[in-house]
């Protein structure tokens, strides 16, 4: 593939700055940054605005969090499922954030997203056994409406932080 393809795709483009990129990165980071060995890696990229995403986040902790890293800058919790270690508590909840915040990005409609959730039967299958229902569908779902109420309200404050620049041809 040469880059020409890679600029015909409606990929967006986010940087500091963008309501997306502000939103996403903190919430990746701390569900990477789980250990010492990725203390370089918080440090680097953490900025005090992070203690922000507190008022758009159901997770915790955010307000304490430190530009050197520390335990308390990660966030975990697990459970496994027929021997295989999967997210669960606030991992479960942030990742659900994530996928919902991309969702919105790419300006899929609720019923747009539910059914690429959809297209994941053997997660679906495993969490129906295990959870009783598929539980990252459910999730992501409530996570899309209540992130959409954020970005309606976000927006009119300040639409030029939605602005995405995409790559042109």
């Known amino acids: 593939m040469t880059m020409f393809y890679l600029y015909q795709l409606p990929i967006p483009r986010l940087t500091s700055g963008n309501w997306f990129f502000d939103q996403i990165v903190p919430r990746a980071a701390r ?14 990229t953490f900025k005090p605005e992070w203690r922000e995403i507190a008022k758009t986040s159901k997770v915790k902790g955010w307000e304490n ?7 308390e800058c990660g966030v975990y919790g697990w459970v496994y499922i027929n ?8 991992r479960a909840q942030l990742r659900a954030e994530i996928d919902a915040l991309v969702a919105h990005l790419y300006g ?8 690429i959730l959809e297209t994941f ?18 999730l992501c ?13 976000e927006r009119r404050k300040d639409p030029k932080v939605f602005d995405l620049s995409r790559y042109k041809v």
Do not use: H, M, N
């Open 31 to 44: 569900l990477i940054c789980i250990d010492e060995e990725f203390a370089e890696l918080w440090e680097e």
């Open 65 to 71: 969090l430190s530009e050197k890293w520390k335990p």
């Open 83 to 90: 021997g295989e270690k999967r997210d669960d508590g606030d």
């Open 108 to 115: 899929l409609t609720k019923e747009e997203f539910s059914y």
């Open 121 to 138: 039967p053997v997660l679906k299958r495993k969490e129906e056994s295990f959870f009783g229902e598929f539980r990252t569908k459910r």
């Open 141 to 153: 779902l409530q996570e899309y409406e209540r992130i959409g109420r954020i970005i309606d309200l």
